[in-house]
């Protein structure tokens, strides 16, 4: 394959990415339409968001599995199609139970999408620099998707309706899954023929599952459940010949740190985007739309590292300096938001702390994900993919649902602090990285 078919094939990937990525924070600002207009319940309302992150969250490591096994390009198209398909069937309910199973099985297409697109880019590209750039801008894609779907949630629900956060999808998936056939690789067959671990996979996604929802809805008894379905799932995983999650991948240095760093950075990062956001509208009275810009600094910061600079980090300092370098960034920035007044404005409380987390996060995201990926067996990077994925949704759903509860009762400082510690771990766990990323993988498209 020429290189700049590669690239496209990258490119597409990335599409796919982005439009899961934007439907987490698109739909949050048209919430109060959807309300109105299908008589949800406070209670009833939160399902909406609901439904989708506890599918999304539960199905992340069998959706990667499952490609491994069965083949990487087959389940990304499905899992685009499926999440296009709920998209407009979203856009269409007129009852609460149609949207609300709607936005469940957009959770499936979704996860399906997240795990195997990361996969399918580690394999497209085995030469570190070319691997690192690539990586930066999936990184922009994954961190910056989130203040997009915010300006683009405002504009849509207040121009043309709230159906339009979801029909936006419909374009960007059929075009994803009809450029799939011609710039992805055909599926080859594993050597060796391989089973499904059915238990494990009924295990590990009733746990994933139950921790999601235990997480959104404060309830700890499921989350001790779900702790014991792990506990089954670990244990099975011991005894099958072809375990769904092969314990020995954390033997791998890399794998097992890059996966804790995630779990704090995306608790880190959650309460940037989210404690942020609920600290400019209620304190600060900023509109979505003025939420969304107030976030394009640190946006335009992470465009210019996924452009090259995140690239030239890794490639001159390794996986280690960045990681460090950046989660402590990160905290600094968090620490400025904790020290913002009640009555502030935006050029001395607002930009300062943006601008430390924009540099923070682009030089961070990408070597955690190099980290966790690059020394990884060609044939089980997909499940490596859901591994890392799993990390970041449980980290950042932890994170949120203990943030959220600091803030509500000690404040916004304090969920910041307690932030900024978490990326102070990350940034400590950094130094039991390797230095350097390995060019373990193998291309996962064909070459002419």
């Not at 670990?234 to 005894?239: D, G």
């Not at 602090?417 to 993988?441: C, K």
Request: hydrophobic residues 60%; glycine residues 12%; charged residues 10%.
């Amino acid at each position: 394959m020429t290189e700049r078919k590669r690239w496209l094939a990258f490119y597409l990937l990335c599409a796919g990415e982005f439009m899961i990525v934007i439907d987490t924070t698109i739909v949050n600002v048209a919430l109060p339409s959807i309300q109105a207009s299908l008589r949800f319940s406070d209670a009833s309302l939160v399902w909406v968001v609901n439904a989708y992150m506890v599918t999304y969250g539960g199905f992340l490591l069998l959706g990667g599995r499952l490609g491994d096994l069965y083949g990487q390009r087959r389940w990304f198209v499905l899992g685009t199609a499926l999440f296009t398909v709920a998209s407009l069937v979203c856009a269409l309910a007129n009852t609460q139970w149609l949207l609300v199973i709607a936005r469940a099985v957009q959770g499936l297409g979704g996860a399906a999408v997240s795990a195997i697109a990361l996969s399918l880019i580690m394999n497209l590209f085995t030469e570190a620099g070319e691997r690192a750039k690539a990586m930066g801008i999936y990184g922009f894609i994954c961190a910056g998707g989130g203040s997009v779907g915010v300006l683009a949630g405002g504009v849509l629900t207040s121009a043309l309706g709230w159906h339009w956060v979801f029909l936006v999808n419909l374009p960007i998936g059929a075009l994803v899954c009809a450029f799939c056939f011609t710039l992805l690789a055909p599926d080859v067959a594993p050597a060796q023929k391989r089973r499904l671990d059915v238990a494990g996979a009924i295990t590990v996604t009733a746990s994933s599952m139950l921790a999601v929802y235990a997480i959104v809805n404060g309830n700890y008894a499921l989350l001790a459940v779900a702790a014991l379905l792990l506990g089954v799932f670990l244990l099975l995983e011991t005894r099958v010949r072809d375990p769904l999650m092969p314990l020995r991948l954390f033997r791998i240095r890399s794998v097992a740190v890059a996966n804790v760093i995630g779990v704090f950075w995306a608790a880190a990062m959650f309460a940037w985007f989210f404690i942020s956001a609920l600290y400019m509208q209620l304190v600060l009275g900023y509109t979505p739309m003025q939420i969304g810009l107030a976030f394009l600094p640190a946006n335009l910061i992470m465009a210019a590292f996924s452009i090259g600079l995140s690239a030239k980090l890794v490639m001159r300092f390794g996986l280690r300096l960045p990681i460090g370098a950046g989660m402590l960034l990160s905290a600094a920035g968090l620490g400025l938001f904790a020290m913002a007044p009640g009555g502030g404005s935006f050029l001395p409380h607002v930009l300062p702390g943006m601008l430390l987390l924009g540099v923070g996060c682009g030089m961070a995201l990408n070597p955690v994900m190099l980290a966790g990926m690059s020394d990884v067996d060609p044939g089980e990077s997909g499940l490596a993919s859901g591994v890392l994925n799993t990390s970041f949704m449980m980290g950042g759903s932890l994170g949120l649902a203990a943030l959220a509860s600091l803030a509500e009762a000690k404040g916004y400082h304090a969920a910041f602090a307690a932030g900024a510690l978490f990326a102070f771990a990350a940034a400590a766990l950094a130094f039991l990285l390797e230095s350097r990323p390995s060019e373990h993988s193998q291309p996962a498209v064909e070459r002419t």
